[in-house]
Each structure stands twice: as structure tokens, then as C-alpha cells.
């Protein structure tokens, strides 16, 4: 597979230039993980990249075609409706049973018809997590997946994340370069 490639990529906003000629090569089929201080664009790119928002000037091949999937810093599910229906937006074959499984295996029980208002912080982050990895996907942008679990939720939903996107193309942001090798990522980008 041909990498994503960008080449001397530039956005701002209002006047605040937010990636100066960032260029780079993306391997597919691999984990790569993106590190950058706070404000220096990880998640412009990521938005870029999904289609989101357009580059000021340079180039990025190696997109065309791909179906994308993502977890955003926000969890951005619908408030009225359980974690199955969140789910299913994103993947509408998936079985009941087949979501309850991967539930569990991301430690989600008894709540798969409560409204996602009334989850806790950590049950909503996975169930956007799993919302983004049970759809139909080419390559899933990860930023700032695992924020707000504790410790042994992480690990958790890190093994099983990782395990379901091996031998993917997968762009991880994040701060924490435990993370990063608990992703198994190929390689570190940073800027």
C-alpha cells in the first residue's frame, strides 16, 4: 500500500497559522502515532485529513477512496439514545448481539438501553470508542482516545482497540508515549 503523503501542508485561522509546510509520510496498514505540543495542529491534521476542513496550500495524497473512522477529544453521541443505537449509526448490520459482545469486552454492562445522557464520563468515552471501531473503516483517526479512563479501564480498552486494529491504518494523537507503545504504533510522528 502507497502511503498517505502530505507535502508542505499549511492551515490558520484568522490569521493564526496553525501547521507551517507540514510534511510527511503515513504508512497504511500500521499504527502511527502523532505528537506535538499543545496548539501545533494534531488535531487540525486529524480534521484535514477526515475531511473537515480544507489546507490553505500543499498537498496530501493517498486518501481518495478510504472510508473513515473516528474518536474525536468529545464523545459526540446522541444524547437520547442507548449505546446500542449510538452504535448502530456508524454500522447499521451489526447484531444486537454482536454489539452486547463487544460491549462487555469493553466493560459496558447493564447500561445498553440507558440514554447516553445518563452514562458516566468513562462509559461514554467507550462507547465512542467502540461506536468508531465497530463501523466500516479503511482508516480511524484516534485523538486523545483515552482520556478520562482510569488506569485499568485504559489498559483495557487500549488492548482491545489494539486488537482490533491490527494491520490497519490507524492515526493516533496523543501526549503519552505509553499510549503510543501500548497502541503498538509503527511509528511517532511529532512536530
Known sequence: MEP??????????????VLQELSMNIPQGETTALMASSGQGKTTLLRILMGL???????ISGMEGLQKSAVFQEDRLCENLNPIANIRLTNPSLSYIQILEAMHEMKLFDCEHQAAAELSGGMRRR???????????DILFLD?????????????????????CRERTVLLVTHDLSEAKAMAASGLISW
Open 4 to 17: 498517505i503523503v502530505l507535502y508542505k501542508v499549511c492551515k490558520s485561522f484568522d490569521e493564526k497559522t
Open 53 to 59: 476542513e480544507q489546507v490553505d496550500s500543499g498537498y
Open 127 to 137: 462507547v465512542a470508542i467502540l461506536r468508531a471501531l465497530l463501523a466500516e473503516w
Open 144 to 164: 486523545e482516545p483515552f482520556k478520562g479512563l482510569d488506569a485499568e479501564t485504559k489498559r483495557q480498552v487500549m488492548a482491545m482497540t489494539c486488537r482490533l
